[in-house]
């Protein structure tokens, strides 16, 4: 408008008009962006990291917060969400029936053993978000960093182990360890990224030994069956038998004591019956005499006691028929 004025050019009234309503439009789209800009909201999960000029400034929690437009920029860091990277495949949808794919991923899957066999690894880490701060601005492009720590970490650790302890047994253990070491390199170098879980998902041979191994891996598994079976039998068959040896040997050992003490407790009594035999010949004769003839006459059945003529037996006889 000053232009023509002072080019001393008359502008058409609707213009002049149009002119007016255009600056207070400006006004307002310039107005409503400093809002925009100035006011911003952080959710639950997240942290809000302020920087000036690019220099860390502040953090800011959940909430409604303010900044100044223009000056400071905003970074929103999700804390709260566990992320995940997958190693060895890709997953291409996720739901009910997820699909994966392997395409492109073979590089970092494919691993060398310590008995110089081939291993196909497939596992995923899962993460979040510690520090902010560190996780911004320490080191360029964290989530790479990690990345490439946790496949030399797996390299590392399944080069150690055969591949049978990689395929089978070895499993949770190389899982332990990784996740230990994947940790302590982030720790290391200030990634801001704190390690919550390294799930090993599938663990098989390459492609062109694959039947080969299976057919080796099925016949360990039958030989492991075979040898659990035999020590299952050994544990019912051996302590059973152990027992029955154990109960036959007491069984001994009661009886011989047994004999033992009635052979000693005979002997006792025929030393005490010699000593008072020595002591009086006849009487002993007597009294043993007369022991043997109680315990023996009871026995006998109809008896008949006479003298030396043999006189007076028919009226015994008769009694003992009254008796009967």
């Known amino acids: 408008m000053d232009y023509y004025q002072s080019k001393n050019i008359n502008m ?17 789209i310039f107005l409503v962006i400093l809002l925009i800009t100035t006011f911003f909201q952080i959710r639950p999960e997240e942290v ?17 917060h303010i900044k100044f437009p223009i000056l ?48 196909d690894v497939e596992w995923v880490v899962q993460y979040r ?27 590392q650790i ?25 940790q302590k390199l982030c720790t290391e170098y200030s990634l801001g990224i704190k390690i919550e879980q390294v799930i090993l998902q599938d663990v ?26 035999a020590r299952s039998e050994y544990n019912k068959i051996i302590p059973k038998a152990r027992g029955q040896a154990e109960e036959t040997i007491q069984k001994a050992e009661g009886y011989a004591a047994e004999r033992v003490n009635n052979a000693l407790g005979e002997a006792t009594r025929f030393n005490a019956l010699y000593r008072e035999y020595i002591k009086a010949p006849e009487i002993t004769k007597q009294r043993i005499y007369l022991e043997t003839m109680q315990s023996v006459i009871p026995r006998l059945g109809n008896k008949i006691i006479t003298d030396e003529e043999g006189n007076n037996v028919l009226p015994l006889l008769q009694m003992q028929m009254k008796n009967k």
């Open 12 to 28: 058409p009234p609707q213009w002049k008009k149009y002119l007016s309503y255009s600056g207070f439009i400006l006004a307002g």
């Open 129 to 155: 978000i510690e520090d902010p701060y560190k996780f911004l601005f320490k080191v360029r492009e964290p989530v790479n960093t990690m990345r490439d720590i946790s496949e030399a970490c797996m390299r």
């Open 72 to 119: 400071e920029r905003l970074y929103k860091v999700a804390v709260e969400r566990q992320l995940k990277e997958e190693f060895g495949f890709r997953t291409v949808s996720s739901g009910i029936k997820s699909q994966y794919t392997k395409r492109g991923t073979s590089d970092e899957s494919l691993m060398l053993t310590g008995d110089l066999n081939l291993a």
């Open 204 to 229: 098989n041979p390459p492609d062109p030994v694959k039947d080969a191994f299976n057919a080796v891996n099925q016949a360990q598994q039958e030989k492991e069956t075979l040898i659990n079976q």
């Open 48 to 64: 809000g990291v302020i920087t000036r000029f690019g220099r860390y400034i502040r953090k800011e929690e959940s909430g409604l």
């Open 158 to 182: 399944v080069g150690d182990r055969t591949v049978n302890e990689v395929l089978t047994v070895g499993r949770a253990e190389i899982s332990t360890i990784v996740h230990q070491e994947i």
